[in-house]
């Protein structure tokens, strides 16, 4: 086995339910109660396929240009292998960096979208982003500074967030991942993990396990192969396997063409 699979969990089970994952806490910026900054971004947001995941990463400010010469950007810009090594590299300095991730199933997020009202994607990327800063300050880090990527107007998300965390110095720019050092690594962290995910996706459909390609592409509805991966996997009665995000208008007007069952 791989080093990398030698890390897997020896129990693996599918994704059906939404998760958060938090690093070990740096005991020294605990006891010291050194300011800190922590940036915020996301993975997934725009797929038909798999988890959004949002994360955080935050350090003592006192390191902040220290930690920029680590060489973090944003992650759409690296590749694959860029962004395993710079995960890597938050792995081999958790005594002074901490992150966290929230992993928002596909069940979740199709189950969120066709409620009634609907729990949009906004909310849950808010939620999901207040509850890992929450996460953060229980664990008794000084946060002082917030940087966040917008999700819908950034005014109005400024607002939202200084409300819930009064003090807190909070940035909210378009582009923040490619800006500031701590959302570089956030998105770092997001988009590993949902790469992981994917990588090692395990069916909650046993019977697909060896037969279901996880040659999904992107997921984005414009990628060729994830048109072709949809085409080919499409089951006439019901539609798509659980992988799948059943509220994405891609998805819905494919399932239009599947077959009614009369009860």
């Avoid at 002074?96 to 992993?103: D, L, Q």
Wanted: some cysteine.
């Amino acid at each position: 086995m791989s080093e990398e699979t030698d890390r897997l969990p020896s129990v693996r089970l599918p994704l059906s339910k939404s998760y958060t994952y938090v690093s070990p806490i740096p005991q020294s910026l605990v006891d010291s109660n050194e300011p800190c900054m922590l940036g915020v971004d996301e993975a997934g947001r725009g797929p038909c396929l798999g988890p959004m995941v949002y994360a955080v990463c935050y350090y003592p400010a006192s390191r902040h240009e220290e930690f920029k010469t680590l060489g973090f950007d944003d992650s759409k810009k690296l590749t694959e292998e860029r962004r395993v090594d710079l995960s890597k590299i938050i792995q081999q300095n958790l005594d002074w960096v901490g992150w966290a991730v929230h992993v928002i199933s596909p069940q979740d997020i199709s189950s969120n979208m066709f409620s009634r009202p609907p729990y949009n994607l906004n909310e849950m990327a808010h939620n999901a982003t207040m509850q890992l800063i929450r996460d953060v300050l229980n664990a008794k880090i000084n946060l002082t500074e917030i940087f966040v990527d917008p999700v819908g107007p950034s005014k109005s998300y400024k607002e939202k967030l200084c409300r819930y965390f009064p003090g807190i110095e909070i940035t909210v720019e378009p582009h923040a991942d490619a800006l500031y050092a701590s959302v570089s690594a956030a998105s770092i962290c997001a988009k590993v993990t949902r790469d992981q995910v994917l990588q090692y996706w395990i069916w909650l459909e046993p019977e697909l396990e060896d037969k279901v390609s996880k040659k999904f592409g992107s997921g984005y509805p414009s990628d060729p192969n994830t048109v072709r991966w949809l085409d080919k996997n499409e089951v006439p009665f019901f539609g798509f396997p659980s992988l799948i995000r059943f509220s994405w208008k891609t998805i819905s007007h494919r399932m239009e063409n599947t077959l009614d069952v009369q009860w």
